[in-house]
């Protein structure tokens, strides 16, 4: 199991699906397998049961994809859990794409669909999530690549190259 974790906007799921795809594992966003349990939007869940209800339902998630083989894009606020941290941690190669707060906000200015950013200031939101978190991303982590502006390719290569050095997968030719 491989699972990525990082800010929301960092490259995870988009990152995640090639890298599965070069594998030829299964992919999974947690995200969209948490709404498709739920049976609503995260945005709608959330604003009608609240964060601890939300975090309960995530951990559940996580640690059942934990069981399976494959690659799975967490939620950016999947780390904020101890439980789920140590289950990630323990089950799976662990990748922290590492994105600064302006690269995320670069990436992401113009997407309406992301709550996150609709507030006054999104890139002081991103900048308060960034150093709330990168110090839970590092400690859940095995590897961090950092995202700066590296073509998605080549962001799956400097993965597989990691886990490949470390013998988490096979050398591939």
Do not use: W
């Amino acid at each position: 199991m491989i699972a990525l974790v990082g800010l929301p906007g960092s490259g995870k799921s988009t990152v995640g699906r090639q890298l599965a795809r070069r594998l030829g594992l299964s992919f999974t966003d947690s995200d969209n397998a948490i709404e498709q349990r739920i049976g609503c939007s995260i945005r709608l869940f959330f604003e009608r049961e609240g964060e601890a209800a939300f975090r309960d339902i995530e951990e559940e998630v996580i640690h059942g994809l934990c069981a399976t083989e494959g690659v799975i894009a967490t939620g950016g606020g999947a780390v904020l859990r101890e439980t789920t941290r140590e289950r990630l941690h323990s089950a799976a190669h662990v990748v922290y794409l590492r994105s600064t707060p302006e690269d995320v906000f670069r990436r992401l200015r113009h997407d309406k669909g992301r709550p996150l950013l609709q507030v006054a200031d999104p890139l002081q939101r991103l900048r308060e999530l960034h150093e709330e978190r990168d110090p839970l991303y590092r400690a859940t982590a095995h590897f961090i690549i950092e995202t700066g502006r590296p073509s998605v390719p080549t962001l799956v290569n400097m993965i597989l190259m990691q886990l490949e050095l470390a013998g988490a997968i096979p050398g591939r030719n």
